[in-house]
């Protein structure tokens, strides 16, 4: 069972920045794809970011493309979103999430439900 824990979210101006952490407690994490996802007040919750299992792959949500960048720490069991130039519309809870099921190419892990597990999230609010 692997729990994820993330941090960093808080209140920001737009145009500023936010770095989130998700530190996660198994001994598997470097085989895990892991993924970012948020979810606003009365919407769906929608991908972000993911990456690979070594690092070597990511990919991005046309919204974070540009101005996010996902990361990770196998070392640290450790998986990281920078978030530059934030937007209004950036303002959701940010949810890391881990999955240990195989799939032949990153793109399926665009999807909420290749995921096992998930943190309990960490609100970012963007102010206008």
């Known amino acids: 069972q692997e729990q994820l824990l993330e941090s960093g979210g808080g209140l920001v101006q737009a145009g500023g920045s936010l770095r989130l952490s998700c530190a996660a407690s198994?001994?598997?994490?470097?085989?895990?794809?892991m993924g970012w996802f948020r979810q606003s007040p009365g919407k769906e919750r929608e991908f972000v970011a993911t990456i690979s299992w070594n690092g070597d792959s990511t990919i991005y949500a046309d919204s974070a493309k540009g101005r996010f960048t996902i990361s990770r720490d196998n070392a640290k069991n450790s998986l990281y979103l920078q978030m530059n130039n934030l937007k209004p519309e950036d303002t959701a809870v940010y949810y890391c999430a881990a999955s240990n099921t195989f799939l032949s190419g990153l793109r399926y892990y665009m999807e909420s439900r290749r995921y096992n597990y998930w943190g309990r999230g960490t609100q970012v609010t963007v102010s206008s």
């Open positions: 198994g001994h598997t994490f470097g085989s895990y794809t």
